[in-house]
């Protein structure tokens, strides 16, 4: 089983971008879907975007056009880059993992890194 670990938070003001990164233990990586989730204060966590195993991506309408996801199976990283950010867009963000699996679902991953804090200034 992997173990995760975020990184590339911070704080940003609007229109700015931010790469999240999702680190990975473990020489099985490659079979993983990965998910990135964000919870904003008081609000439910929220799929953002999806890459599968195979390396197909999915991505929440909310920043489609915005934010684009990519692995490095070699190194064992997933990056979500994330353009144009907006307010809205304040949450902390979590990377999770399931071997051949995945969805827009969070109970679809059973493994979850500890997230990192993105703050978007207006």
């Known amino acids: 089983q992997v173990q995760l670990v975020e990184s590339g938070g911070g704080l940003v003001q609007a229109g700015g971008s931010l790469r999240l990164s999702c680190a990975a233990s473990?020489?099985?990586?490659?079979?993983?879907?990965i998910g990135w989730f964000r919870q904003a204060p008081g609000k439910e966590r929220e799929f953002v975007a999806r890459?599968?195993?195979?390396?197909?991506?999915s991505c929440a309408d909310s920043v489609k056009g915005r934010f684009t996801l990519s692995r490095d199976n070699a190194k064992n990283m997933v990056y979500l880059q994330m353009n144009s950010l907006k307010p809205e867009d304040t949450a902390v963000y979590y990377c999770a993992a399931a071997r051949y699996g995945g969805s827009s679902s969070s109970r679809s991953y059973n493994t979850w890194g500890q997230g990192t804090q993105v703050t978007v200034s207006s």
């Open positions: 890459i599968t195993w195979s390396g197909s991506t």
């Open positions: 473990g020489r099985t990586f490659s079979s993983y879907g």
